[in-house]
């Protein structure tokens, strides 16, 4: 392992200097030290990985790259890596242990038949938002009237939280994921609604819906190893956290990328079949933040750089995602470009299990928002958006538009 000296700081997303793709030092990088010791923000040291080859391999191998650290135990102090991995992480676990969580989540979230009982759920949601945005007065926050409000209700409906209790589930949903809620305040959120989605586990376990929860109880309850309340409980919340704060940034950051290239937007006003392919161009422009933390379970190599037993491993994802090598002009924004394998979702299997709601959504707005709202524009430049920092979900803290109509649903 280096000494602590020849560690540079982790680059993390500049979005003054690059708002749209990763840290500027990025390049460089992947160009002459491809493979570089790092320290990062907890204090731990990793190798960050950084081309795309490198990083589809550390993501794609398991057996030589585990995910026992934790997602982001390298950038959220609150998620340390070497912590105990307890009942239900089972986004820390590996092999048959990671496995047998992941058929559970299959057939409730990643089906095409699920997937498209979802469609008009997310349809319905996405006009009424829209026609109460007719009725408003810009200029206004998008992510505060539309993005978070679409995917919160979006898994509410999921989840089928009752209706009574969305709007409390909501509020304590944006408690959760708003970077600036302090301490005590978070803590309080927290179990305020692990405890809720406990109660909605306990509850489908025994009187069974259509719902995710119950799809996942009803399998849980064919499992070889029978599931916990709480290991399902553990679940709802890796779904929530996904499905409302994760899509939610990516449909508000996705949205600034498209405002702050009007001929982008008018693309897809014109032609809104464009939508799925622009859903995979945002994904790959801005998607995966600083990187993917990964645990070498043995003495290895990555691109030729030996890498030792223990050693924490960055998998920049959304630098394999800027890689030239792999797509020509990276940092250019092209709806029409040709779809290649990228990895905001990341690869392997920890793939990211709620991928295809995600892009169900995203594609969604897409297609609906340049043609409702046609003179959507920017109400701020873009260079006084603020951003989110100290997380591992990035984009804009909010996003200030304004409009001349909203045109209503067809």
Same mark, same amino acid.
């Given at each position: ?153 979006? +898994? &509410?409906?999921? *989840?089928?939280?009752?209706?009574? $209790?969305?709007?409390?589930? %909501?509020?304590?949903? /944006? @408690? =959760? ?57 553990? +679940? &709802?919340?890796? *779904?929530?956290?996904?499905?409302? $704060?994760?899509?939610?940034? %990516?449909?508000?950051? /996705? @949205? =600034? ?58 998998? &920049? ?94």
């Amino acid at each position: 392992m280096s000494s602590p000296n020849t560690a540079r700081p982790l680059p993390v997303p500049d979005e003054r200097a690059c708002p749209f793709g990763p840290a500027p030092e990025i390049a460089a990088l992947r160009r002459h030290s491809p493979v570089t010791r790092v320290t990062c923000p907890t204090g731990i040291e990793a190798w960050l990985v950084t081309r795309y080859a490198d990083v589809r391999e550390v993501l794609g191998d398991p057996v030589r790259f585990s995910s026992r650290g934790g997602m982001a135990g390298h950038l959220l102090a609150n998620q340390p890596p070497d912590a105990p991995v307890e009942e239900g992480d089972f986004h820390r676990m590996d092999g048959t242990e990671y496995l047998r969580f992941r058929r559970v989540m299959g057939p409730a979230i990643s089906t095409v038949k699920r997937t498209e009982l979802f469609r008009p759920i997310v349809q319905r949601i996405l006009d009424g938002l829209l026609d109460e945005l007719a009725g408003a007065t810009p200029p206004l926050d998008l992510h505060e009237r539309f993005s978070n409000p679409l995917t919160s209700s979006v +898994i &509410a409906e999921l *989840l089928d939280v009752p209706a009574a $209790d969305r709007s409390r589930f %909501a509020e304590l949903a /944006g @408690t =959760l994921f708003d970077g600036r809620t302090d301490t005590a305040d978070l803590g309080a959120a927290q179990l305020a609604l692990f405890g809720y989605l406990h109660g909605l586990v306990t509850e489908r376990m025994r009187e069974p819906g259509e719902d995710v929860i119950s799809v996942m109880a009803a399998k849980a309850a064919e499992s070889a190893q029978p599931f916990t309340e709480l290991e399902l409980t553990k +679940i &709802a919340a890796a *779904l929530l956290a996904a499905g409302f $704060d994760s899509t939610a940034r %990516a449909i508000t950051h /996705g @949205t =600034l990328a498209l405002l702050s290239h009007p001929e982008q937007f008018a693309a897809l006003r014109e032609d809104p079949s464009l939508a799925a392919n622009a859903t995979e161009e945002l994904l790959r422009l801005l998607g995966a933040g600083s990187g993917m933390l990964r645990v070498a379970t043995a003495d290895t190599e990555i691109g030729g750089t030996p890498v030792a037993a223990g050693d924490y491993v960055v998998a &920049a994802a959304q630098a394999a995602n800027h890689d030239p090598e792999r797509f020509a002009e990276p940092e250019r924004l092209a709806l029409t470009r040709e779809r290649g394998q990228h990895l905001a979702f990341g690869h392997g299997p920890h793939q990211c299990p709620g991928q295809h709601i995600a892009r169900m959504e995203l594609t969604a707005v897409l297609a609906t928002l340049p043609r409702r709202i046609p003179s959507l524009r920017l109400a701020q430049p873009l260079e006084e958006i603020e951003f989110r920092t100290d997380t591992s979900v990035y984009g804009p803290v909010g996003l200030p538009v304004s409009w001349d109509e909203v045109r209503p649903a067809t």
